[in-house]
């Protein structure tokens, strides 16, 4: 991972940012953006939600927003979660250091047992790699209409 990046919770100041970040990986995934800004701001300010423990938000000395990524607990037992990384980024080690505390922070969850999801498109082979080496494994896929 790449020294010069620091690793930070989002505020509602990175929404513009990230918002960004996510179009973008969504374009070059799907072809289409799957958020809007009044979505991800939903998400943030839900009373489920939590920007300081739920948001990890990576930029570079200059204060470039390079990744994000979060836990949203939809129950005790439901958890979803999403890894963004700027195209530019990928491969240096962010996405696995972000895996590294999405894990940890599910883990600190009410109960031992937990479904944990993600979307992924089949575009992004790095992606489907690096949760396969961690001991994920595809359940459910869909087509995007």
Request: net charge negative; no cysteine.
């Amino acid at each position: 991972m790449p020294e010069t990046i620091s690793i930070r919770p989002a505020t509602i100041e990175d929404l513009e940012p990230v918002l960004g970040l996510m179009i973008a990986q969504n374009m070059a995934d799907y072809d289409s953006p799957m958020i809007s800004r009044v979505r991800l701001r939903q998400i943030w300010e839900s009373p489920k939600f939590n920007l300081v423990s739920d948001t990890w938000l990576v930029s570079t000395h200059d204060g470039r927003v390079i990744a994000y990524a979060d836990v949203q607990r939809e129950s005790d037992t439901q958890i979803h979660t999403s890894v963004f990384v700027a195209a530019d980024q990928s491969g240096k080690g962010i996405e696995r250091r972000l895996l590294q505390l999405v894990e940890a922070r599910v883990a600190t969850g009410p109960v031992d047992e937990v479904v944990v999801s993600t979307r992924i498109s089949d575009r992004n082979a790095a992606g489907i790699s690096l949760l396969e080496q961690a001991g994920y494994s595809l359940d459910l896929s869909f087509l995007v209409m």
